[in-house]
């Protein structure tokens, strides 16, 4: 009888640490996604900054803001749905545009972040014009939700430290946006 109750107490075990494992996966893929895109948020992200920060003589990086353009034009018009909408097009837009180096993040409201890892001269312009050309297809296929953004990028070696190259990747988003609007 001893052996039997012991036994049970093994597979109880076994599958109460299987139980919280599962749940400790599912928690952290909480905490570290965006609900809505399904992209990596803004503590994944953070972390990641600290990462590179850590190793910055180990890997080359550089980061890619991007701000939405006309979010509250169509959450105000056509209703928040189409507001969440855009979201998901332009997040999806960025994952299909990543490869294995490049991280997408959602890091704000209508403010996403791309970091490349181990990135070589030439694969941040080549990773725009990915995103670029997959918005005119979206906007082609569609035709009622225009998908449009501003975006700005910085390199390692351009500031001192990770969150200054963050900071002016962010700055030149911003002058991107100005350009735009005219």
């Known amino acids: 009888a001893a052996g039997i109750l012991a036994s049970i107490a093994i597979v109880m075990e076994t599958g109460r640490v299987m139980y919280d494992s599962l749940y400790a996966a599912m928690y952290k893929k909480i905490a570290y996604t965006d609900v809505l895109t399904g992209l990596k948020n803004r503590r994944s992200f953070e972390e990641e900054l600290q990462w590179l920060e850590q190793n910055q003589d180990k890997t080359s990086y550089s980061i890619v803001c991007f701000d939405l353009n006309d979010l509250k034009k ?76 501003a975006y700005g990028v910085a390199k390692q070696g351009e500031k001192e430290s990770v ?6 990747a962010d700055e030149r988003m911003y002058e991107c946006k100005a350009k735009m609007k005219g």
Do not use: P
């Open 163 to 168: 969150h200054k190259v963050y900071l002016l």
């Open 74 to 149: 169509y959450n105000d018009t056509m209703g928040h749905d189409a507001g969440d909408t855009l979201l998901k097009k332009f997040a999806n837009i960025l994952q299909n545009a990543c490869g294995t180096e490049i991280s997408a993040y959602r890091v704000g409201g209508d403010e996403f972040v791309a970091i490349i890892r181990n990135a070589k001269v030439g694969d941040s312009e080549l990773f725009t014009k990915r995103v670029d050309a997959s918005i005119r297809e979206e906007n082609i296929a569609d035709g009622v939700i225009l998908v449009s953004s």
